[in-house]
């Protein structure tokens, strides 16, 4: 069930991020997008980041001590 809300989470991130991409293949900058685009950003990010954690943690390669 984790696995398809991490999938999930990263498509909804990957949309909102594509949908500030210009015609021309440049980006939108953060400055010029409006408070509500930034926070579904910062929204859609942060939940893929947040789910995406723990995959780091267990694929953190262990050091001898």
């Known amino acids: 069930p984790r696995l398809a809300a991490t999938e999930r989470a990263i498509d909804q991130a990957q949309d909102v991020v594509r949908s500030h991409r210009r015609a021309d ?3 939108t900058p953060l400055s010029e997008l409006s408070r509500s685009d930034r926070e579904l950003l910062d929204a859609r990010v942060d939940a893929a980041v ?3 954690a723990p995959v780091a943690a267990l694929t953190d390669p262990r050091r001898p001590a």
């Open 25 to 27: 293949g440049s980006w």
């Open 50 to 52: 947040e789910l995406l």
